[in-house]
């Protein structure tokens, strides 16, 4: 190993040990209890050494979690509030089945579970929530106005909103998701329009967070601080805390710190490639047989007509892949196949792209112990640099036994599809790495558009659309460093399948 390389390796395990930190010293002062009850997993935060404070209970969105929900936990917990949060049915670590009944018998659960912390004033409880949780906040808000004094609904959904119940409601929304911000001015007129009465219980106001969307709105500062301040309001609390939660900056730093750990040992780890300074080695009769001239320009022609049916490969797969999905919703019931809510759809068109793609590939290495050996190692770098510190950050990356036995079968859908891309991209310069990381990202996003078009009950889709670009820029970072097909794709599905088994909600 070079100079170089070893100061990066130091460099980047320095960066891995601040980033553990910055995320540790945002608990400074909170206490934290994890536990379960009913089967309902929850998670408590609140100040040490408090005593009859305001309690908050904070509900997640469709495929989040309540660790996704921490913004605000940690937030509210600093300025003064005792925080309760937990796992919807079939979300994060809860087994159970999702069913709309459901929704409010755990958010019951959490009620009773945050009136037995010790920190708890049980007069002063409100409400927060996100999406398919802002649903379940408003709705138990509007049955239990004595109970809660304020509800916050963040990317709301839809409720019988009145203009006495619920109680001091406020309603967010981001600027890039146009459909809720209709909604919730819907909402709000419903809810007799705005206003500042919070001694009866009638405030009202709606806040649109700028430059957001459904998944990113819950990473905002301004969103975070909305929700404080109108609880103060609410409880007429006068918080001094400035706190303001950079966990997933911190989170960020150590993504891109592992990567760089990656590429400061990637010379130990690569495969040899003719492209590498490796000679060839010549055949034994090519030493005593002239070679085959070739006609002018054939070269160059073989070497576009190689460019083209990749090319082709990637613009073919997506819409195959949507017409096989659409092929089979006909079938069953599309949105819950492998035992996940839209997830296992996800991978089955994953499956059908990636061998389309293949198949117009038309060649691809055998596989050695060595390739399946370095195909796990960086299926272990990717876990803990994208996974590891999210358990604590953002999402559930712990699978629970009902997701971990989905995990091989969704990574191996998703392998052909990663196959072909390392074929593809096999001893490419970094110019066309970037071109096909690009080239990825757009047939990635324009085939999940069609799938939307063709099957709109898979609408959750849509909101996960901007993050196929980052998957992708990660894993053609990866392909770069090892610069083999094996390795590259089988660390790359065991990952994306195990991503796709943490984030989806279980199936009934």
């Known amino acids: 190993m070079t100079r170089k390389r070893l100061f990066l390796t130091i460099l980047a395990l320095l960066l891995i040990a601040l980033s553990w930190w910055g995320v540790a010293a945002a608990r400074t002062g909170l206490v934290t209890r994890t536990f379960s009850d009913k089967g309902l997993p929850m998670l408590y935060v609140a100040p040490q050494n408090s005593e009859k404070i305001p309690g908050v209970l904070v509900a997640h969105g469709y495929a989040g979690s309540k660790q996704l929900m921490l913004g605000y936990a940690h937030v509210l917990a600093h300025a003064g509030y005792a925080v309760m949060l937990w796992d919807f049915g079939g979300h994060g670590a809860n087994p159970a089945p999702l069913e709309r009944d459901t929704l409010q018998q755990d958010l019951n ?25 802002s649903g379940a906040v408003m709705s138990a808000g509007i049955r239990n106005p004595d109970r809660f004094a ?51 219980g009638r405030a009202r106001s709606l806040i649109v967070i700028p430059n957001a969307e459904h998944i990113t709105i819950l990473l905002r500062n301004v969103s975070h601080q909305a929700a404080r301040k109108w609880l ?58 002239p070679p085959t001239p070739l006609l002018p320009g054939e070269g160059r022609r073989v070497i576009l007509v190689g460019k083209k049916v990749r090319g082709f490969g990637l613009l073919l797969a997506p819409l195959v892949a949507s017409g096989g999905l659409l092929l089979l919703s006909r079938g069953g019931n599309i949105d819950s196949l492998g035992g996940l809510l839209v997830g296992g759809a996800m991978g089955i068109w994953f499956s059908i792209a990636g061998v389309v793609w293949l198949g117009i590939l038309s060649r691809l290495p055998r596989p050695t112990i060595r390739a399946v050996g370095l195909g ?52 490419a310069g970094i110019f066309k790495r970037v071109a096909w990381w690009l080239g990825q990202s757009v047939a990635l996003v324009g085939g999940f558009i069609l799938v939307l078009y063709l099957l709109p009950q898979l609408s959750f889709i849509y909101l996960l659309l901007p993050l196929f670009p980052l998957f992708m820029a990660i894993f053609s970072f990866a392909a770069a460093q090892l610069n083999e097909t094996w390795s590259y794709a089988l660390g790359s599905a065991l990952f994306f399948g195990w991503a796709i088994a943490a984030a989806f909600p279980l199936a009934s």
């Open 376 to 427: 796990l190692a960086l299926f272990g770098l990717l876990w803990v640099a994208f996974g590891a510190i999210a358990q604590v950050v953002w999402v559930q990356w712990w699978l629970i036994p009902a997701r971990l036995k989905l995990w091989p079968l969704l990574s191996l859908a998703c392998l052909p599809w990663f196959l072909a891309s390392g074929v593809a991209q096999q001893d």
């Open 232 to 289: 103060d309001a609410t409880f007429g609390v006068s918080s001094s805390s400035n706190y303001v939660d950079r966990r997933m900056a911190w989170y960020g730093l150590h993504l891109v710190a592992w990567l760089l750990l990656l590429f400061a040992i990637s010379p130990v780890l690569a495969s040899p490639s003719r492209d590498r300074k490796t000679p060839l080695q010549p055949n034994p009769s090519e030493l005593t047989s």
């Open 150 to 200: 304020a509800t916050v609904a963040i990317s709301p959904t839809g409720a019988r909103v009145t203009p006495s119940v619920p109680r001091n409601l406020q309603l967010q929304a981001g600027s890039w998701e146009g459909g809720f911000v209709t909604n919730a001015q819907r909402l709000l007129a419903a809810a007799g329009g705005e206003n500042d009465n919070f001694a009866e």
């Open 109 to 133: 659960v959490a009620y009773a579970a945050l009136l037995e912390q010790p920190e708890v004033d049980p007069s002063r409880l409100a409400l927060l929530g996100h999406s398919m949780g």
